[in-house]
């Protein structure tokens, strides 16, 4: 047993140095327990059976011969499943439709859960699931999208619909160079590598369920709403995470597994599959954008018009706030911006990496790199004299904004002085050669988040956060902000994450996670150390502070606060065969204080090359005669592999955020923004083809044909 005054403190930073993930080795050798993975007893599998038409209702559904089928326990569908309640707001909004599937006969798209079957092993389940006829009454649907659909309509979301200053056209008719361009996006799907499983069973009249979620606190929450039950009596961990992406949150599955827990007082397990996860887990929107740009000769706007339209599904008004990125990035003396909506018989998108940023910039850092050209400016150049001083929407003042040291560093490393801005001047061999680059940002927040630290009898100190590392290496970068925080080392701290037991916190999303759980983590540490200075000896259930952040995050300033950066990218087009290939890239990022450079570069590094995937490769088809996918697999929908990805490198600049305990901002999101646009620019630099539809596929280079105007 130690005393309080007996621990040795450092005055060496934990914080800033490289640390291999605490975790790692438990993953690579097979110690880590995924929610798919953790043994039960009498454990019981469901498998979710899904509509096969895009809009009617279910006339009946023959779970007779299923019931009969060997092994199966249960059959639940719209007519027996246990209510729930839809009716509420929870932690980030109005539920998922599909959690209430159950409510009624309805089915308003392709891939709606009709029935989940339980059996007592998962292959049981599957083939009474394959085997299950389901009989509908069929209706016409709509998955047609347009910016011309008679019900588009401006829709607030995360941000509002519209913001405007100044006469549009007064300032278009008094600019010498105009861009006035259509840019689209396609359907993009998260398919993280560990799919989305939830086993929930009844321990004593608390319902207890281990999960892959982002947010621990946010599916206890919802799965108490949805069943009616005192937030007490629900426990949801989630300790490893294989990926999320925006993806995992609350969803069908985890309802579903909760309906047949009841039901069968067992243990359940609901494990989506990867074609299931096509129309179950969310996705990213695809857009229609419209970016007008006018401008004097010397490049400085005056006018600047984003108009970005999404369709949604007819239960749910989701917004992919594409037109959100013109907010903060350039400023004009006219400035208006519009994201719409348009509901159709699909699948309710969600959050992406870098929603609405990662789609928003390729239109507008486009546009911008059309206006270079036609003022006859170089790409950078353009971007300093449209630096603003203030938020372009907004008027806040920024806590920081490093954009043009990551433009100054990116060029001095890239080589992008001795560049020649002429288009389809360079070859090696029979590839033509070309260099782009664009602007990144993202929005820095931080949420209310608890956590408890606990000086511990033998010396050591345990904080427990209900945090999730989704693969972001969260859990090591809180052990490094935690010993810093408690004057001490790194292997004397073991951070506790995934369980909504240890009480509310920011979820893994938005890049906030690891500002908003550091906050309320240096709070607790700095309350314990107080605790611990006045002595005494510590207890053998040790001394535990705990910390809320919400008073303290409630009082920030009123400031822009943005991760921001600089992509760069050369490309290698063969016209003959329309080939792609993206030879390097550098990304240049001022994204606050680096917690952990080695998991922090791994951040960045990995969404540049999810921006060599969203420009090239990644699009779902959906069969307008059917309203469903076609190929809903990953032979189907194209990835970036190894093959695609040649040299990519990323680094950072100083940048500490001045109004946040450790200085943190985030690096989640913002390596995957203006990366496609970068690759869009190095493109047309390469061919003299503007491809403003993405992904660019070789069919499209082919069409366009070298020395075209656009694609």
């Not at 009716?87 to 006969?105: K, Q, V």
């Not at 056209?169 to 359907?187: G, H, N, Q, R």
């Not at 970016?291 to 970005?308: C, F, K, P």
């Not at 990551?406 to 090696?428: H, K, N």
Request: charged share 20%; hydrophobic share 40%; with cysteine.
């Amino acid at each position: 047993m130690t005393t309080a005054t007996d621990r040795t403190t450092t005055t060496t930073s934990s914080v800033g140095t490289s640390h291999t993930r605490i975790e790692g080795r438990d993953k690579v050798t097979g110690a880590a327990r995924y929610a798919g993975d953790i043994p039960f007893a009498d454990l019981a599998h469901g498998w979710l059976a899904l509509s096969t038409i895009a809009r009617g209702r279910i006339r009946s559904v023959e779970s007779g011969p299923v019931l009969e089928m060997p092994g199966v326990l249960a059959v639940l569908h719209h007519g027996n499943a246990p209510h729930v309640d839809t009716g509420y707001t929870g932690m980030l909004g109005t539920p998922e439709p599909t959690l209430g599937a159950f409510l009624d006969d309805r089915v308003p798209h392709v891939g709606w859960p009709v029935a989940l079957v339980v059996a007592e092993t998962s292959e049981q389940a599957r083939e009474a699931a394959e085997a299950l006829v389901v009989h509908y009454e069929q209706e016409p649907h709509d998955v047609a999208f347009s910016a011309q659909h008679p019900d588009v309509h401006p829709q607030d979301g995360f941000l509002p619909a519209v913001t405007e200053k100044g006469d549009q056209e007064a300032a278009l008719a008094a600019s010498d160079v105009i861009v006035d361009e259509e840019f689209t996006t396609p359907e993009e799907h998260h398919q993280p590598m560990e799919p989305h499983a939830a086993t929930a069973y009844w321990d004593g009249g608390r319902l207890e369920v281990f999960d892959s979620n982002q947010g621990a606190t946010w599916v206890a929450g919802d799965l108490a709403k949805l069943f009616s039950l005192d937030p007490g009596s629900v426990r949801v961990r989630s300790e490893h995470i294989g990926g999320g992406f925006g993806s995992k949150g609350v969803r069908m599955h985890q309802v579903a597994a909760v309906m047949a827990a009841t039901v069968l007082h067992r243990p359940v397990r609901v494990v989506m599959t990867r074609r299931q996860m096509f129309t179950l887990a969310g996705y990213r929107s695809p857009t229609i954008q419209r970016v007008r740009l006018g401008a004097g000769t010397d490049g400085r706007l005056r006018a600047l018009y984003h108009d970005s339209v999404n369709p949604t599904s007819t239960g749910s008004s989701f917004v992919e706030p594409s037109a959100g990125a013109a907010r903060s990035m350039y400023d004009a003396e006219a400035h208006h911006t519009v994201n719409r909506i348009v509901p159709l018989d699909v699948p309710t998108p969600t959050a992406m990496r870098a929603p609405g940023e990662a789609t928003g910039s390729f239109a507008l850092e486009s546009a911008l790199d059309e206006l270079a050209e036609k003022c006859g400016i170089d790409p950078i150049e353009l971007r300093v004299r449209n630096e603003p001083k203030v938020g372009p929407v907004s008027g806040l003042p920024f806590s920081n904004r490093n954009l043009l040291t990551c433009f100054e560093e990116g060029a001095r490393r890239f080589g992008w002085a001795d560049r020649d801005p002429r288009p389809g001047v360079r070859r090696d061999g029979r590839w033509l050669l070309g260099t782009g680059t664009a602007a990144a940002s993202f929005p820095v927040h931080a949420m209310p988040s608890t956590a408890a630290v606990t000086a511990e009898a033998d010396g050591s100190f345990t904080v427990r956060i209900s945090a999730a590392d989704i693969g972001t290496g969260a859990r090591t970068a809180l052990t490094l902000i935690s010993a810093d925080a408690l004057q001490t080392t790194p292997d004397r701290v073991r951070v506790r994450i995934g369980d909504s037991d240890f009480g509310p916190a920011m979820v893994a999303g938005g890049s906030a996670g690891t500002r908003s759980w550091a906050w309320a983590i240096t709070t607790a540490a700095r309350d314990l150390r107080e605790k611990l200075a006045l002595g005494g000896t510590v207890p053998p259930d040790g001394i535990t502070a705990r910390a809320d952040t919400a008073e303290a995050i409630g009082a920030l300033a009123e400031k822009e606060r943005h991760s921001l950066g600089a992509q760069f990218a050369e490309v290698a087009v063969d016209t003959a065969t329309g080939e792609v290939r993206v030879r390097r890239m550098l990304g240049i990022f001022a994204a606050g204080r680096i917690v952990n450079p080695l998991t922090a570069r791994n951040q960045l590094v990995g969404g540049m090359i999810w921006g060599i995937s969203m420009a090239l490769h990644e699009t779902a088809v959906r069969d307008r005669a059917t309203g469903g996918h076609v190929g809903a697999d990953l032979a189907g929908y194209h990835v970036a592999t190894n093959a695609d990805v040649r040299r990519v490198e990323a680094d950072w600049v100083a940048d500490p955020d001045p109004d946040d305990p450790v200085g943190i901002k985030g690096v989640g999101e913002v390596g995957i923004v203006g990366a496609a646009a970068a690759i869009a620019n190095a493109v047309w630099h390469a061919t003299g083809v503007r491809h403003r539809n993405l992904p660019i596929l070789p069919s499209r280079v082919l069409r366009a044909g070298a020395g075209a105007r656009h694609a």
